[in-house]
C-alpha cells in the first residue's frame, strides 16, 4: 500500500504542475500549490505513521506482565468455583493484545488503513481536467 499511495501522490502533483501553468498569473495559483502542498504532506505523514510501530521490547514486556497475571490469577483462583469467570478474563487480555498487534501493523491483519481519502481527492481532481482551471463558469 506504500508504494501505491506514492505513486497517487505523484500523480497528484503531476496534476497539480498541469493545472497551475494556465493560471500561474492569478493570485489563486499560489493558494492552489500551498494545498496541493499540504495533501502531499498529509500523504507523507501516513507514510510515516504507518512505518511506525509499537517496540518489540514493550510487546515483549506487555507479554511477560500478561503471563505474570495470568499465573498468579490461576494460582489464586485454582480453587475457585469462579473458573469461568477467570477464563473469561483471561481471554479477554488475550484479546487486547492481539488487538494491540493488529492495529500495529495497518497494512495487514483484520483492521486496515483504506486509502479511500486520496483515491477520492484524485476522482475530484479528474472531474476538472487542468484545462477548465483559469475559466470563469456562470449560472448555476
Known amino acids: 500500500m506504500l508504494a501505491q499511495s506514492e505513486v497517487l501522490q505523484k500523480r497528484l502533483w ?8 494556465p493560471i500561474r498569473g492569478l493570485e489563486v ?6 494545498a496541493m502542498n499540504l495533501t502531499i504532506d498529509e500523504g507523507a505523514a501516513r507514510v510515516a505513521a504507518r512505518r511506525a510501530h509499537v517496540p518489540p521490547r ?5 507479554l511477560v506482565y500478561m503471563v505474570i497475571a495470568a499465573l498468579i490469577l490461576g494460582y489464586v483462583m485454582s480453587r475457585s468455583p469462579k473458573r469461568t469467570a477467570t477464563a473469561v ?4 487480555v488475550t484479546l487486547a ?33 487542468p484545462a477548465s482551471y483559469g475559466t470563469v463558469v456562470t449560472g448555476p
Request: glycine residues 6%.
Open 97 to 129: 493484545y492481539l488487538l494491540i498487534l493488529d492495529i500495529d501493523r495497518p497494512t495487514s491483519g483484520g483492521i486496515r488503513e483504506p486509502q479511500t481519502p486520496m483515491r477520492d481527492l484524485l476522482a475530484t481532481m479528474q472531474k476538472s481536467p
Open 89 to 92: 478474563l483471561l481471554g479477554l
Open 58 to 62: 514493550v510487546l515483549v514486556v506487555l
Open 29 to 34: 495559483a499560489s493558494t492552489f500549490v500551498d
Open 14 to 21: 503531476n496534476q497539480t504542475v498541469a493545472a497551475i501553468r
